[in-house]
């Protein structure tokens, strides 16, 4: 009996053991992310400030973009979502800056959420520059993102519901399941877009700028005359991918 107990307290220290050890690694890798945050941070920070909050189209490419890649790489969805509003907010992603905005083409960016957590209270992002980047399952709720690029971008999944999307450019981007239930879209260009399974209704297209040759959802595949011209790009297609 002596024997078993033995064991049975041997097997329960192991367990205690392991899960100790899996905590400390997560606090770890935690603390790994949370510091190349930091630094990222830290490091364009003093660079702008060295430059005088004005870098040049070599500076962006071979300093800020390889600097953001990497980080990006090794960053979770929410430290990429500060990292990405922290760029943004520092004139680097945004077509309003004082120079061209960084080039972050194929970051993988799931699951960013730049959401407002005020529900419903629109929140200026207007601008931003996330061309062909991976976006999946994205969160952009409740922002006022007038004249932003999501051209070529990957967004399936994502939610964009109570934002203002006047002017955006979601040319060639996969909007496949993309949430745009109360949003207004005047001006939005979605040429060349596949929009399956969009949550979008025909009154919020009628005021884009462009569908032309867009994937439109199965359920605006009309044949009333007065819409066909409109609606005539109603393909189906069950696989998508960045086109070129």
């Known amino acids: 009996m002596i024997g078993v107990f033995t064991i049975v307290l041997a097997i329960q220290q192991q367990n205690i053991g392991e899960k100790n050890r899996q905590k400390d690694l997560q606090i770890a890798d935690q603390q790994q992310k949370e510091s190349i945050l930091t630094n990222f941070v830290k490091e364009i920070s003093e660079l702008l400030l060295e430059k005088n909050f004005s870098l040049t189209q070599e500076t962006m490419a071979r300093i800020v973009r390889p600097k953001a890649l990497t980080a990006i790489r090794q960053l979770d969805p929410t430290r990429k979502s500060y990292l990405i509003q922290f760029l943004y907010e520092s004139k680097l992603l945004s077509t309003n800056g004082r120079q061209l905005p960084v080039d972050l083409t194929d970051a993988d960016l799931n699951n960013l959420n730049l959401g407002n957590k005020m529900f419903k209270r629109l929140v200026g992002f207007s ?3 996330l061309p062909e980047t ?3 399952n994205a969160t952009f709720t409740s922002r006022i ?4 690029d999501f051209n070529n971008a990957d967004l399936t999944g994502a939610n964009f519901s109570y934002s203002l999307l006047g002017f955006t450019n979601f040319r060639k981007a996969i909007l496949d399941g993309v949430d745009f239930r109360y949003v207004a879209v005047p001006g939005v260009d979605f040429t060349k877009a596949s929009m399956l399974g969009t949550k979008i209704t025909e009154h919020q297209l009628s005021d884009a700028l462009s569908i032309s040759n867009a994937v439109l959802p199965k359920e605006f595949c009309i044949n009333d005359v007065q ?3 409109r609606m005539k790009f109603c393909n189906y297609r069950k696989n998508s991918s960045k086109r070129g």
């Open 134 to 136: 991976s976006l999946i």
């Open 227 to 229: 819409q066909k011209e």
């Open 127 to 129: 601008e931003l520059y």
């Open 145 to 148: 993102l007038i004249s932003s």
